[in-house]
C-alpha cells in the first residue's frame, strides 16, 4: 500500500508570498496520477492539480505542480487571503487504490 | 454547471442502516464513473467506494467492504450509497463525486456533503 505524506502540516505565510507544499510517496508513483485538492474552510474539497502538473478547469496560474517518483510539490505563488485552505494530494494510479494524503493547513497571516 | 446534490444523511445508531443518495446534473451522467469520499469531523479525506459507468463494477475500501454497497441509477441520474452494519466510527460527511471524463479515477467535482451521525 502506497502511502503519502505531507508535509508541512501548517503552513503560516503572508499574503504575496509563496507556499511550498510536499506530498512524498512512500513508494514510487507515476506522476500521471498525483492529484492535489483544496478544502476551504466549512465547504467541500476542490480538484486543483491533476498529473502532477496540469491546471483543472478554472485554476488560476499562480497554483502550479511539479515532481516526479516519490516528491511531489503544489506550489501557490503570490498568495492571497482566499487560499486559506486544507491542501490534500491524492494518487489515482491504480482500481484499488485511492490513497490521500494527511494534508496541509495554510494559513494566511 | 455540475451539480451533485446528497442527501439521506443522518442520526442512527450503531448497527442500524441508512441509504445515502445523489442527485446529479449537469453532465451526462451514464458516462461517468462515481465516487464516495467520506471525511470525519476535524480529519483528512477518506475514500469509500466507487462504481463504473454501467453499475457493473464497484471497489469499495477494506473499512466498509461487506457493509456498504454503491449502486446508481443512469435513468434517475441518481448514485446511491446503502450502509449496514453502521459503526461510531462511520461518523462523517459523505461526499458524492464525480470522475473525470479522461480518467475515472480523478475526482473531478465534489458534492456539499451530507452528515452522517453514528451514535446511541
Known amino acids: 500500500e502506497i502511502v503519502l505524506t505531507q508535509s508541512p502540516g501548517t503552513l503560516s505565510l503572508s499574503p504575496g508570498e509563496r507556499a511550498t507544499l510536499s506530498c512524498r510517496a512512500s513508494?514510487?508513483?507515476?506522476?500521471?496520477?498525483l492529484a492535489w485538492y483544496q478544502q476551504k474552510p466549512g465547504q467541500a474539497p476542490r480538484l486543483l492539480i491533476y498529473?502532477?502538473?496540469s491546471r483543472a478547469t478554472g485554476i488560476p496560474d499562480r497554483f502550479s505542480g511539479s515532481g516526479s517518483g516519490t516528491d511531489f510539490t503544489l506550489t501557490i505563488s503570490r498568495l492571497e487571503p482566499e487560499d486559506c485552505a486544507v491542501y490534500y494530494c491524492?494518487?489515482?494510479?491504480?482500481?484499488?487504490?485511492?490513497?490521500f494524503g494527511q494534508g496541509t493547513k495554510l494559513e494566511i497571516k | 454547471e455540475v451539480q451533485l446534490v446528497e442527501s439521506g444523511g443522518g442520526l442512527v445508531q450503531p448497527g442500524g442502516s441508512l441509504r445515502l443518495s445523489c442527485s446529479a446534473s449537469?453532465?451526462?451522467?451514464?458516462?461517468?464513473?462515481l465516487h464516495w469520499v467520506r471525511q470525519a469531523p476535524g480529519k483528512g479525506l477518506d475514500y469509500v467506494s466507487a462504481?463504473?459507468?454501467?453499475?457493473?463494477?464497484?471497489y469499495y475500501a477494506d473499512s466498509v467492504n461487506g457493509r456498504f454497497t454503491i449502486s446508481r441509477d443512469n435513468s434517475k441520474s441518481t448514485l446511491y450509497l446503502q450502509m449496514s452494519s453502521l459503526r461510531v466510527e462511520d461518523t462523517a460527511v459523505y461526499y458524492c463525486?464525480?470522475?473525470?471524463?479522461?480518467?475515472?479515477?480523478?475526482?473531478?467535482?465534489w458534492g456539499q456533503g451530507t452528515l452522517v451521525t453514528v451514535s446511541s
Open positions: 463525486v464525480k470522475a473525470s471524463d479522461t480518467s475515472y479515477r480523478l475526482l473531478d467535482y
Open positions: 449537469g453532465f451526462t451522467f451514464s458516462s461517468c464513473a
Open positions: 462504481i463504473s459507468t454501467n453499475g457493473g463494477t464497484t
Open positions: 513508494q514510487s508513483i507515476s506522476s500521471s496520477y
Open positions: 498529473g502532477a502538473s
Open positions: 491524492q494518487h489515482y494510479g491504480s482500481s484499488r487504490m485511492y490513497t
